[in-house]
């Protein structure tokens, strides 16, 4: 020590150094120990060598220093700081990409429900410590945590003396709100996206202010949504859920149901299917009283473990994980890849990421170009002309639900092949960034980094080729059905356009799916024939499938007699009650349109002598078949006089067109109306 004390300024450089290289050393092998299943032997020998390396070159500092060998303990203490400082980079660079990871991913198993007190913007309160004691509108549906449990809880914390009133639907309580017949409703914070889109409902977020908002975290019931540890070496399928907000991250985002993507992979064949769910498709709401069917895109209005439930339930598949992305996020991702190559159809005007239009409206031409942020999320996001908003030059075409599916599978897949060409540090930066602010998945961290040995597959046999499908071999499948105008009976009370999918259309997605799962043995095609003058193009699954309309609406019976009245109830198993005489039917409680699977009782006004009577489960067959003939068993949608009043109504015909209650465009049976 005496000898290394005359050298004062070596010994302390070779404190400085060692201390730089086993602090390096340490921090990189414990930052690479969190990294399962990636390279794990590589990882393990890397480990040890480092180690040993470090051994060694702390056995060379203490010689030549102790011996003092200028050159040699100079070369020794610049190798130490050299590989120390590459291993605290390594380390904080390997440290950057897990907790990005880590952000995006949430196991936890809670769902955050946000609802706020809602009054009409003319109204003097400021906060909730200004309302008066006029009553307050919640939801009857006990179980709705954002329409009843909090507000409950809200008003007893609040010690508020304010009385109740109870809807039966948000769209109920907004139409009272309106009206003036109440002054103060509780709604999802999220209300102006969530009924904005909505025809008639488009100024609600400048018509209406927020009070007070109260959040709950609540813990998902289900215990095999949380503790899905299915290793990512088997086949998968994982929903892509499409996040809505004018603010930046996804936290400040709610997801609205109207883009819906299921992505089966089977990382043994490398083979992929994806599905556009259209957003109006008619389908049992799995979290709805009785599992009610309505239109899908309302199932989002409880959260995504409804939306994955109902998924679930209707294609007959598990949904291993999902991915919610919010739609600002897309057009940072697009710009950060330096977007992405798109052959655009036609010419085409879209609101922007904010939802504006005026000076910020994107406009894109037709042709193969790349397309930045904004416009690919605008051509994403399209699916009906906009001639209200842009001229003749930009709404020359048709579009629909249909189309703006095929166009979200377009962007991803050339999202897909931006990936393959990253190749400098920042831009993987700027994309971690990007992906963990906007981007959440219910994948465990763990989970995720095992996607690494499935990227490194494909890497290797996508080198040389341009375009990612080659490698996954994609099939698009695609749902088919007709268009019917339904009376959301139990609901929103409202007239609505659907788009009612053929059963056999649902089976055969589904047969493919399990098909690329591994669940259901391939269907081996023997015979192939073409015609070299055609051009092949790869047949979408499911698209051209069709089969019994199996949707029965009720019928219209005003003018009916009351005997052929209880002859279709007793068949259909309804409960009638007939006031009034026993004539001609003169009005109904149960509009016309209706799904007779939400119609328990309804009740009749008819002429004649007076009589009130009521009949139940009845069978009587007698005039079944004269009862299909009008209608009874093939669904027919109502007149448009028939029709709920209300600013959701829409006029629509099965296998024709519609306008839908979401929105203002009309479109044919080409494809969907929104």
Not at 305 to 332: A, P, R
Not at 601 to 623: L, P, R
Request: proline residues 2%; charged residues 25%.
């Amino acid at each position: 020590m005496k000898k290394l004390a005359r050298h004062k300024f070596a010994f302390i450089l070779s404190l400085i150094s060692i201390f730089v290289l086993f602090g390096g050393a340490g921090y990189l092998i414990f930052s690479i120990s969190k990294l399962n299943n990636i390279e794990n032997t590589l990882r393990l020998f890397g480990s040890i060598l480092l180690g040993f390396i470090c051994l060694v070159l702390f056995i060379l500092n203490i010689r030549f220093l102790n011996k003092y060998k200028k050159v040699k303990l100079a070369i020794v203490i610049i190798l130490m700081l050299l590989i120390g400082g590459v291993s605290i980079f390594a380390g904080y660079n390997v440290d950057k990409v897990y907790n990005a990871l880590s952000k995006v991913s949430d196991t936890s198993g809670y769902t955050t429900y946000s609802t706020s007190l809602v009054t009409l913007k003319d109204n003097e309160a400021k906060s909730i410590k200004d309302i008066d004691s006029s009553d307050i509108g919640i939801l009857e549906d006990t179980t709705s945590y954002e329409g009843n449990i909090i507000p409950l809880e809200v008003i007893k914390e609040q010690k508020l003396e304010n009385k109740t009133k109870e809807y039966t639907s948000y769209i109920a309580m907004i139409d009272a709100l309106m009206a003036g017949e109440i002054k103060y409703i509780f709604l999802p914070t999220n209300y102006d996206i969530m009924f904005g889109s909505m025809d008639g409902y488009e100024d609600i977020g400048d018509d209406t202010k927020i009070l007070l908002t109260q959040t709950k975290k609540v813990k998902d019931k289900k215990d095999d949504k949380e503790t899905n540890t299915k290793a990512i070496t088997e086949p998968f399928t994982v929903l892509l859920m499409g996040v809505d907000s004018d603010a930046e991250g996804i936290q400040n985002g709610s997801f609205n149901g109207d883009s819906l993507m299921v992505i089966t992979f089977n990382p043994k064949t490398l083979s992929t299917t994806i599905l556009s769910i259209p957003r109006d498709s008619y389908v049992p709401i799995a979290c709805f009283s009785g599992q009610r069917k309505n239109k899908i895109t309302h199932a989002a209005w409880q959260g995504e473990s409804c939306m994955i439930d109902t998924i679930e339930n209707f294609l007959d598949i598990t949904i291993d994980y999902y991915v919610k992305i919010n739609f600002t996020g897309v057009v940072e991702l697009v710009d950060t890849l330096g977007g992405v190559k798109i052959d655009v159809p036609y010419n085409l005007c879209e609101q922007n990421s904010k939802r504006q239009w005026g000076s910020n409206t994107v406009y894109i031409e037709e042709g193969l170009q790349t397309l930045n942020g904004e416009q690919a999320l605008a051509y994403a996001r399209n699916r009906h002309p906009n001639p209200d908003k842009c001229s003749s030059k930009w709404t020359n075409y048709t579009s629909n639900d249909f189309i703006r599916g095929e166009h979200q599978q377009e962007v991803v897949t050339a999202l897909l092949n931006k990936f393959k060409d990253i190749k400098d540090l920042d831009t993987v930066y700027k994309l971690l960034d990007t992906i963990s602010n906007n981007m959440v998945t219910n994948m465990s961290t763990d989970q995720i980094l095992s996607l690494y040995n499935v990227f490194k597959d494909i890497a290797a046999k996508s080198s040389g080729m341009d375009d990612m499908t080659d490698v996954l071999g994609i099939q698009r499948l695609k749902l088919n059905g007709y268009d019917a105008r339904i009376v959301d009976y139990g609901g929103t009370n409202l007239s609505l356009y659907n788009f009612v999918l053929y059963d056999d259309s649902v089976k055969a997605v589904s047969n493919a799916m399990k098909e690329n799962l591994g669940e259901k043995k391939t269907k081996v095609i023997k015979t192939f024939s073409f015609d070299i003058n055609t051009p092949y193009e790869k047949k979408v699954i499911g698209a051209d499938v069709t089969g019994t309309r199996s949707l029965v609406q009720l019928p219209n019976f005003v003018g009916q007699t009351v005997d052929y009245v209880r002859s279709y109830c007793s068949r259909n198993g309804i409960s009638l009650n007939v006031k009034g005489g026993n004539g001609y039917v003169i009005s109904q409680s149960v509009p016309s349109g209706a799904n007779i699977e939400d119609v328990n009782s309804i009740t009749v006004t008819a002429g004649g002598s007076t009589n009130t009577t009521t009949i139940t489960d009845e069978e009587d067959d007698e005039d079944e078949e004269n009862d299909a003939l009008n209608g009874a068993g093939v669904p027919t949608p109502p007149e448009e006089d028939d029709d709920i009043t209300g600013s959701g109504d829409s006029t629509g015909s099965q296998g024709g067109s519609g306008t839908g209650d979401d929105g203002d465009n009309t479109d044919t049976n080409t494809g969907i109306t929104e």
